[in-house]
Nanobody, 122 residues
């Protein structure tokens, strides 16, 4: 089962992007949804997650107040609205789902999509 992330691109600092993640029909709505990113030379990190059973949301410290995660179960799509982008947000962004996503840790997510590149540069 593979998710499909889209919406990446090249923008200037301060601009916005919205990433979308198409979720396969067979993934139940109670699964957690996560957005992760991996910058060159760095480990993949959790950016923002909706915990299973809609049990809350998590934002990594540097994106709080700038990024917003959401999901539309009717459309089977998750989103990551990214505002006021910074150069340090440059990375490949991945979406993932997990049946046991109580947090925003990679090991809690077992369905992953191919990433989408986000580049923030002046």
């Amino acid at each position: 089962v593979q998710l499909q992330a889209s919406g990446g691109g090249s923008v200037q600092p301060g601009e916005s992007l919205t990433l979308s993640c198409a979720i396969p029909e067979l993934i139940p709505d109670y699964y957690g949804i996560g957005w992760f990113r991996q910058a060159p030379g760095k480990a993949r990190e959790g950016v923002s997650c909706i915990l299973k059973d809609n049990g809350g949301t998590y934002y990594e410290g540097s994106v709080k107040g700038r990024f917003t995660i959401s999901r539309d179960n009717a459309k089977k799509t998750a989103y990551l609205q990214m505002n006021n982008l910074r150069s340090e947000d440059t990375a490949v962004y991945y979406c993932a789902t997990g049946e046991w996503a109580y947090g925003c840790y990679e090991h809690e997510f077992n369905n992953w999509g191919q990433g989408t590149q986000v580049t923030v540069s002046s």
